[in-house]
């Protein structure tokens, strides 16, 4: 939509989101159609329309990220890497610790791992243990604002937003502590289960990550709100948002008026959460063992999703692994090449075949999908010449501005 309109240097603005208090859609939204009912055009387009999703996701379901904080300092000794953060005349800190590799030299490639990692540490990649739970408690629906985040900032976010800005606090950290030796260019972050949400969340909204990996999120993480409330109807046992606002405070406050109403009046749902990872590399893996888990909600929000890396000519930076049933967590030997060719291309500059689109389910999805998603991507977005910079402001809104050459 911007292409005719802006041909040399110039600035273009975002669309302005409407008001979508009547907002109603059984299906998955269409990542190719703006709030407004404008078409995602130019690879410009999407820019502004991720930057759209990232707002409504906000506003909707996490809570609001904070804008760059007035200070953060950091400093590193033996493997711990302590981080300070100012804002608002208030501090806090936190401490990160490192696990170097016994081969490879620095500045090594990391994984933040979101309540530590429940992948098998690849080799030459340090791990950075994230005690997620420091910055915001996810015990039960009792730990509502409370963690070194709420501190911070007076907020109704909920934990994996307060997650997520920690990481990328850790990145700001990592940037100015060369003593650290983590090479801030080649990060990754993972984490499974509940921290598997709050991986995907963390890759979505922190742009200097080049590869998330979340890991049997389920719910709340890879998982479609719209399909899962179907399978439960249906008569399987999964979770949906309606039980999971109950359960614990991964979410912010405002979603729980989706949550209790209708999961049809959100204008986003999760292949869109994903889909602010693209065109940077996401590998999910997932285990079909589990009802719990909604492993087909995963599924079509998978092929869902991966349409925007195809239209933005990165198809194979997008791959997802279903395997069969595995205890929880235990990262099954059947995925380790996949997950290496994700590491080895990402992390380690290697040259892999990271067009991985698997499961041990027996699901039919195919896009569009007259149930789920009746929409047609587009093939490919047209290139835009220039650069898009999204500045979140003091309340939280994020705009795009995309300078047109
Ligand atoms: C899959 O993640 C969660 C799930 O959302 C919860 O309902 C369940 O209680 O715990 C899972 C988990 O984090 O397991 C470690």
């Not at 693209?278 to 999703?305: C, H, K, M, Q, T």
Request: proline residues 6%; neutral net charge.
């Amino acid at each position: 939509m911007h292409s005719q309109a802006c041909n040399s240097h110039c600035l273009l603005a975002c669309p302005t989101i409407p008001s979508l208090s009547s907002y109603s859609n059984t299906a998955l939204p269409d990542p190719f159609t703006f709030a407004n009912g404008a078409k995602v055009v130019t690879t410009a387009d999407w820019a502004c329309r991720s930057a759209e999703i990232s707002t409504l996701l906000q506003q909707d379901e996490l809570g609001v990220m904070p804008g760059t904080p007035q200070s953060v300092t950091a400093s590193f000794s033996g493997t711990t890497l302590t981080i300070t953060v100012t804002d608002g005349g208030k501090s806090i800190s936190f401490a990160p610790t490192i696990t170097y590799p016994s081969t490879g030299t620095a500045p090594f490639p990391a994984i933040i791992g979101i309540g530590g990692i429940s992948i098998p540490a690849p080799a030459g990649v340090a791990i950075i243990n994230f005690n997620n739970n420091d910055l915001g408690l996810q015990n039960d629906a009792s730990s509502r604002g409370q963690g070194k985040f709420f501190q911070l900032y007076s907020s109704n976010a909920g934990a994996m937003l307060a997650w997520a800005w920690g990481v990328r606090r850790i990145m700001d950290a990592i940037e100015k502590t060369p003593a650290a030796r983590i090479d801030p260019k080649r990060v990754g972050v993972s984490g499974c289960s509940r921290n598997g949400k709050g991986a995907l969340v963390a890759g979505a909204f922190e742009p200097r990550i080049v590869l998330t990996i979340p890991q049997e999120s389920g719910s709340g993480g890879t998982d479609s709100w719209r399909i899962s409330d179907s399978i439960l109807k249906n008569g399987t046992s999964t979770q949906t948002a309606s039980e999971i606002i109950g359960e614990n405070v991964w979410f912010g406050t405002s979603f729980n008026q989706f949550a209790q109403s209708s999961v049809n009046k959100l204008p986003v749902d999760h292949h869109l959460l994903m889909g602010m990872v693209a065109p940077r590399a996401l590998f999910v893996i997932d285990n079909v063992g589990y009802d719990w888990l909604g492993p087909f909600a995963s599924y079509g929000a998978l092929v869902s999703a991966r349409t925007i890396w195809t239209a933005l000519g990165a198809p194979s930076a997008m791959g997802y692994s279903q395997a069969a049933n595995h205890v929880h967590c235990s990262f099954p030997s059947s995925q380790q090449t996949q997950l290496n060719a994700f590491v080895n291309k990402y992390l380690l500059g290697q040259s892999t075949n990271t067009n991985i689109t698997e499961t041990a389910g027996n699901y039919q999805f195919a896009i569009p999908n007259s149930q789920w998603a009746p929409w047609t991507p587009p093939a490919s977005l047209t290139p835009s010449n220039g650069t898009s910079t999204t500045t979140v402001s003091s309340t939280g809104a994020s705009t795009t501005t995309v300078s047109s050459t």
